[in-house]
């Protein structure tokens, strides 16, 4: 759903980026409250999983593909206001080096694409956690929470995306059709998405539910059982038998090398069909106001890499750089935010005096 340049008027773009900016200033602040020893060193890998994830086209009708917009996978792994902030980095990086979303418009990808998602995926998960019956641990209501969250976080976007263009649209179109267009098939990737998000999910929260953010107020039996004491019992008094540091390494390096290898690897076969946005657009006569790229240009446009004639080697590297780069601005920005948290002057009594947060500090891959 990348809105190229084109597609609405100055004055709409230029307010969308003023949201986006808001949005984003907000973020940073309450990133500071998300990012602890667990989340901030995920943080940028989810972006860089995000940035590959998209570049897999999957079909969902006839002539018309979609992919992840992954609001809603950010928003439960790490938090909403983080969320915001991975897809703000996603977006930059698909615009500014892939030519993917125009430039004026990364105002509107980054509130449409990142804050729409995220707060309905943030409202949706934990409204249905607060109603559904706590079974298997907590995952079950973590589950159908996800999946709700991803399927219905889709479709609110088409629907926002409609409400910009019929204030600012430059076609003179039905926006009772584009309305339904844009919803019908947005459903259709909704539930593409809900099946992603759902799994990927479910796969850390298998191994490590600690990770995931929005989880842990119900799924985390296993954590606060330590010494053998119940889950109903009192921990045991702080002191050198404390619980030894559990790496994040081993989940680091593998969401690492999934990244890579959808990026570098299964991207090439993704649908080569237009995705939901671009579809409607052919369809109803939008497409015609698209303006060329401002880095069309770019060494990396259209996800290849210029002057490298083999085409699967060329998505590939171009991928895999993708991934790279995310990954790296990506846990630049986090690794600021948290630094400026002052979480590390926390209990100043000093890591030798509070044995408890010695025993639950998680070690990190550099």
Same mark, same amino acid.
């Given at each position: 759903?990348?809105?190229?340049?084109?597609?609405?008027?100055?004055?709409?773009?230029?307010?969308?980026? *003023?949201?986006?900016?808001?949005? +984003?200033?907000?973020?940073?602040?309450?990133?500071?409250?998300?990012?602890?020893?667990?989340? @901030?060193?995920? %943080?940028?890998?989810?972006?860089?999983?995000?940035?590959?994830?998209? =570049? &897999?086209?999957?079909?969902?009708?006839?002539?018309?593909?979609?992919?992840?917009?992954?609001?809603?996978?950010?928003?439960?792994?790490?938090?909403? /206001?983080?969320? +915001?902030?991975?897809?703000?980095?996603?977006?930059?990086?698909?615009?500014?080096?892939?030519?993917? #979303?125009?430039?004026?418009?990364?105002?509107?990808?980054?509130? $449409? =694409?990142?804050?729409?998602?995220?707060?309905?995926?943030? &409202?949706?998960?934990?409204?249905?956690?607060?109603?559904?019956?706590?079974?298997?641990?907590?995952?079950?209501?973590?589950?159908?929470?996800?999946?709700?969250?991803?399927?219905?976080?889709? !479709? +609110? %976007?088409?629907?926002?995306?409609?409400?910009?263009?019929?204030?600012? #649209?430059?076609?003179?179109?039905?926006?009772?059709?584009?309305?339904?267009?844009?919803?019908?098939?947005?459903?259709?990737?909704?539930?593409?998405?809900?099946?992603?998000?759902?799994?990927?999910?479910?796969?850390?929260?298998?191994?490590?539910?600690?990770?995931?953010?929005? @989880?842990?107020?119900?799924?985390?039996?296993?954590?606060?059982?330590?010494?053998?004491?119940?889950?109903?019992?009192?921990? !045991?008094?702080?002191?050198?038998? %404390?619980?030894?540091?559990?790496?994040?390494? !081993?989940?680091?390096?593998?969401?690492? #090398?999934?990244?890579?290898?959808?990026?570098?690897?299964?991207?090439? /076969?993704?649908?080569?069909?237009?995705?939901?946005?671009?579809? $409607?657009?052919?369809?109803?006569?939008?497409?015609?106001?698209?303006?060329?790229?401002? =880095?069309?240009?770019?060494?990396?446009?259209? /996800?290849?890499?210029?002057?490298?004639?083999?085409?699967?080697?060329?998505?590939?590297?171009?991928?895999?750089?993708?991934?790279?780069?995310?990954?790296?601005?990506?846990?630049?920005?986090?690794?600021?935010?948290?630094?400026?948290?002052?979480?590390?002057?926390?209990?100043?009594?000093?890591?030798?005096?509070?044995?408890?947060?010695?025993?639950?500090?998680?070690? *990190?891959? !550099?």
């Amino acid at each position: 759903m990348h809105v190229p340049d084109g597609f609405l008027n100055a004055p709409v773009s230029v307010a969308t980026g *003023v949201v986006a900016a808001g949005a +984003v200033a907000v973020a940073l602040r309450g990133a500071r409250r998300e990012l602890d020893e667990r989340t @901030a060193p995920l %943080a940028g890998l989810v972006a860089a999983f995000i940035f590959a994830v998209q =570049m &897999l086209n999957f079909p969902v009708a006839a002539g018309t593909s979609g992919h992840l917009l992954g609001g809603a996978l950010a928003t439960v792994l790490v938090g909403p /206001y983080t969320a +915001v902030l991975c897809l703000a980095v996603v977006l930059l990086m698909q615009g500014l080096l892939f030519a993917d #979303g125009g430039l004026t418009a990364l105002g509107t990808n980054i509130t $449409v =694409m990142g804050v729409v998602t995220a707060v309905v995926a943030h &409202l949706v998960f934990h409204s249905l956690l607060r109603v559904l019956p706590r079974r298997n641990g907590g995952r079950g209501p973590v589950a159908v929470a996800t999946f709700a969250a991803a399927l219905i976080s889709v !479709p +609110v %976007a088409a629907i926002a995306f409609t409400g910009l263009y019929a204030i600012g #649209g430059t076609a003179d179109v039905s926006i009772g059709r584009v309305f339904a267009a844009m919803v019908g098939v947005h459903v259709l990737i909704g539930i593409g998405e809900a099946v992603i998000t759902t799994a990927t999910v479910g796969a850390v929260l298998a191994v490590r539910p600690d990770l995931v953010r929005a @989880a842990r107020s119900v799924a985390r039996p296993a954590l606060v059982i330590r010494g053998g004491a119940g889950a109903g019992a009192p921990a !045991p008094a702080p002191g050198p038998a %404390a619980a030894p540091a559990r790496s994040l390494r !081993p989940l680091w390096l593998g969401g690492l #090398g999934v990244a890579v290898v959808c990026a570098a690897f299964v991207s090439f /076969y993704a649908s080569a069909e237009p995705d939901g946005l671009e579809r $409607v657009a052919t369809d109803e006569g939008i497409a015609e106001e698209a303006r060329a790229h401002d =880095m069309a240009d770019s060494p990396l446009a259209d /996800y290849g890499v210029r002057d490298v004639d083999n085409e699967r080697l060329s998505t590939g590297l171009a991928g895999a750089a993708g991934v790279a780069v995310t990954l790296a601005v990506g846990s630049g920005v986090f690794v600021a935010v948290r630094r400026r948290t002052g979480h590390g002057a926390e209990g100043s009594g000093g890591a030798g005096n509070d044995g408890a947060a010695a025993g639950r500090r998680e070690t *990190v891959a !550099p």
